[in-house]
């Protein structure tokens, strides 16, 4: 599997090299197609939008040294070239940074965070006021009936509106997940789109747990970047279990009913210990600023994180401090216990 990957890099790398070149010179026309996405779709074996997408890609490396050396050396996937090319395009030089990172083996997730966060960076309020009332106007959700039965869907909003619901959503989640323990191996996407059906019906249940705690969206943000208005370099603001969004779109919840924000600022908590399985919430905010995604590498998940003591267990006498402490997948969670 892992030879085998390696070829798919190379492969999907040659196929971004050389791509351009058949554009320049109009071979693909000389063969009956008619445009270029038309003949890399039929060549790949891909729609016409996979290929269009890749065709972009493929062309935004082209004018890139960072890229270009990297096609060559057959490191990106055709998904990690897309989000670099979109990146650099808006982020002059941000290739280096983001190849450093998938060097590192991090996952997709965690690499479209990173671009994420420097393309909000990059942009100019006025920018950013365009890029979301786009958003606004593509909002849709739409569904239909497969062939083989059952019903699909999809929606698209912006990422204030839904951090407004998903808390709430994820809380149920968890409800059912934990409630099921290991029965049937159910996955927990399944589980969601359950506790999404109810919560629709009116039927659901809208508590944090099933001790009933409070539902809340998180925000964390760096300081500066609240005073300034605006991320610079390595930065946060981001919704917790959505990702990163501008200073402007995570203001817009201030005055919400059930929102907190955890805003960073120096705060050193290392020495606070704990004797009990209770996380104090000084911990509990460090925990949250600093493992934004499951710590098990390179899983790379940011819904529905769970604490765990991960150098001592617990009934070991392991102590709840931050050192011991670990943010998990349910998954990976499960997997440990």
């Keep these: 599997m892992d030879l085998l990957a390696a070829a798919e890099r190379a492969a999907s790398s040659g196929i971004a090299l050389f791509t351009p070149v058949v554009v320049e010179t109009g071979a693909y026309a000389q063969a009956g197609h008619g445009s270029a996405a038309d003949w890399l779709g039929a060549v790949s074996g891909s729609s016409a939008a996979v290929a269009k997408s890749r065709l972009t890609a493929a062309e935004r490396a082209s004018g890139d040294r960072a890229l270009t050396e990297a096609l060559h050396?057959?490191?990106?996937?055709?998904?990690?070239?897309?989000?670099?090319?979109?990146?650099?395009?808006?982020?002059?030089?941000?290739?280096?940074?983001?190849?450093?990172?998938?060097?590192?083996?991090?996952?997709?997730?965690?690499?479209?965070?990173?671009?994420?966060?420097?393309?909000?960076?990059?942009?100019?309020r006025h920018s950013e006021a365009l890029r979301r009332a786009r958003v606004q106007r593509a909002r849709h959700l739409r569904w239909h009936q497969c062939p083989e039965g059952g019903i699909r869907g999809e929606f698209f909003c912006d990422e204030v509106a839904w951090a407004k619901v998903a808390p709430t959503l994820e809380a149920a989640t968890k409800e059912r997940w934990k409630a099921a323990g290991k029965r049937g191996g159910t996955a927990l996407g399944a589980y969601r789109l359950d506790a999404f059906l109810d919560l629709l019906a009116g039927s659901g249940s809208a508590k944090g747990s099933a001790k009933g705690s409070r539902v809340e969206t998180l925000v964390l943000v760096d300081a500066a970047a609240l005073r300034r208005g605006s991320t610079q370099g390595d930065e946060l603001c981001e919704i917790e279990g959505i990702g990163p969004v501008s200073v402007a779109a995570a203001s817009e919840l201030i005055g919400e009913g059930a929102l907190r924000y955890l805003i960073k600022e120096g705060f050193d908590i290392k020495t606070v210990t704990k004797a009990t399985r209770?996380?104090?919430?000084?911990?509990?905010?460090?925990?949250?600023?600093?493992?934004?995604?499951?710590?098990?590498?390179?899983?790379?998940?940011?819904?529905?994180?769970?604490?765990?003591?991960?150098?001592?267990?617990?009934?070991?006498?392991?102590?709840?401090?931050?050192?011991?402490?670990?943010?998990?997948?349910?998954?990976?969670h499960d997997l440990k216990t």
Excluded at 79 to 95: D, I
Excluded at 99 to 115: C, F, P, R, V, Y
Aim: charged fraction near 30%; hydrophobic fraction near 40%.
């Design 278 to 332: 209770d996380v104090a919430a000084c911990i509990d905010a460090a925990l949250i600023a600093r493992d934004r995604t499951c710590c098990a590498q390179p899983c790379g998940k940011r819904l529905g994180l769970e604490r765990d003591h991960v150098r001592i267990d617990y009934r070991d006498d392991g102590a709840t401090e931050l050192e011991n402490l670990v943010r998990l997948c349910p998954e990976h």
């Design 73 to 124: 050396d057959a490191e990106l996937s055709a998904p990690q070239l897309k989000v670099l090319g979109e990146t650099a395009v808006v982020v002059p030089g941000a290739s280096e940074t983001l190849l450093g990172l998938t060097e590192k083996g991090i996952s997709h997730q965690e690499l479209n965070d990173a671009a994420t966060r420097l393309r909000a960076a990059a942009l100019a």
